[in-house]
């Protein structure tokens, strides 16, 4: 295998024309030079350098040698300054998938940071929800994915910690819990009230969000005894809240979902009891160890903290 530290020597006896003024020009000596060049021979097979009294000259292997050791010193060298820009927060890229409420309320404010603190670091920004952002970042297409799961209940309707082992594979950065909103038209019945539960709202008819979400709505108002009679259903948080806001139905929302939307027409009210989710940063063990990739989860938890 052939060394860049050899080819820096080869390269300086070529250009001096002794082991002596390489030595000098490199800054060591003669016989560190001399055992360089033979481990260099010894690596490739065939002799490099013939010397002839004071003179050192190249083979033609030597020659040919030294003119591709130009272009991959050169490349090396270019790759060292690239790396110590990344690794000193010069420059750098991530790659942050999101979910939309994440995306419109943690993210600016995340990223904003980031970029005064860092200018020289690219993020970008792609939307999906949980469980496809997980996979984008364990399938290698995304750096950081922005993601919720939802607190399980216990039998007798407490609250207990979220799935085990969905993410025992990755980095956790534990950011907020979201805690979920009841959403009425104004002109409700429950508009005014300071809390509803779940039941309360059994007979109207419902719209809901997205495919997690939608399957949480369904599981919360099982367990209170009723199947929610679902007349509309969309990912878009905005036509949510337009649709409750036109008197076609309720919604149970993520806090972070109301809070990036002006609810025109409709009301937020407090559920109880609580149903809460989770939301985590997540990212590879091995990435994790990157300076851009660190400063941007960072970021994300400041953000979460406002």
Known sequence: M????????????AATGSFSAAGRELGCTQPAVSQQMKALEASVGTPLLVRS??????TQAGEALVRHAVGILSGLTAAEEEVAAIAGLRAGRVRLVSFPSGSSTL?????????????????SLEEAEP??????????????????????????GSLAGSAEGE????VVRPLLTDRLVALVPERHRLARVASVSIDDLADEPWIAGCPR?????????????????IDFATDDY?????????????????????????PRGARAVALE????????ALTLPDLAHVPAVTATLEQLGRAALR
Do not use: K, M, N
């Open 2 to 13: 052939i060394e860049a530290r050899h080819l820096r020597v080869l390269r300086a006896v």
């Open 53 to 58: 009294g004071r003179e050192t000259r190249l």
């Open 107 to 123: 993210v600016p404010t995340a990223l904003a940071a980031l970029r005064a603190a860092h200018p020289g670091t690219r993020v």
């Open 131 to 156: 469980p496809r952002s997980v996979e984008l970042l364990r399938e290698g297409d995304c750096d950081i994915a922005l993601a919720f799961r939802y607190e399980r209940a216990t039998g007798d």
């Open 167 to 170: 993410w025992d594979d990755l």
């Open 213 to 229: 979400c939608r399957g949480q709505l369904v599981q919360v108002c099982e367990r209170a005894g009723f199947t929610p009679r």
């Open 238 to 262: 905005p036509a949510v809240v337009g649709l409750v806001g036109a008197g076609l139905g309720v919604a149970v929302l993520p806090g972070l979902a109301v809070e990036s939307v002006r």
């Open 273 to 280: 009891p609580a149903v809460r989710r989770e939301i985590v």
